[in-house]
């Protein structure tokens, strides 16, 4: 029986060919995690990074408070480049759900979070630029690019968010 190894970081993962035509996920029984990783994988060559170097983005993360409810936007990789006079940050959100692909309405208002997430607190490291911020949805294998209006979906997002915080006290009892 020939068997193959996985690389990463933390593990070698160890699978073996006895169902030669199966997928890695059928062999190592991990399902969509293995689809997922060959799905970004097989979109690296399309995705334009310019001069970007990427970095995985943290494990946790503050999240993006809007009219006082917590939205989790947390990058899972964070780019970083030069322009002339200022160091550049984004952030890639990975949607995975294959039953629930993005429309690009979705994506638009989850790159704007992702500006707003970058603005708010990678400053520190660099200015956030809209260019670096996008969502890929494994699951359709799409790239969506940073939205240009970000500060009218903000508005939209805030106001829903107004909405939410003034409803909850009487849902939450």
């Known amino acids: 029986m020939a068997a193959s190894f996985i690389r990463h970081p933390c593990r070698i993962a160890h699978v073996t060919d006895d169902q030669p035509d199966a997928s890695l996920s059928a062999k190592t029984g991990l399902g969509g995690s293995f689809d997922a990783i060959e799905t970004f994988a097989s979109l690296l060559d399309d995705i334009e990074f310019g001069a970007a170097t990427a970095k995985l983005g943290a494990q946790s993360a503050p999240h993006l408070v809007l009219n006082g409810v917590e939205i989790s936007v947390r990058p899972e990789v964070t780019l970083h480049s030069k322009s002339k006079t200022t ?80 409803r909850w006290p009487g849902i939450a009892k």
């Open 87 to 166: 160091e550049l940050v984004g952030g890639i959100k990975l949607h995975f759900p294959k039953t629930e692909p993005l429309d690009e309405e979705q994506a638009d208002y989850i790159t704007a979070m992702m500006h707003s997430f970058c603005q708010n607190h990678l400053w520190k490291h660099d200015a956030p630029y809209g260019g670096h911020c996008m969502v890929i949805d494994l699951g359709s294998g799409k790239v969506y690019p940073g939205v240009k209006a970000v500060k009218q979906r903000l508005k939209e997002v805030g106001n829903a968010c107004g909405q939410i915080a003034a």
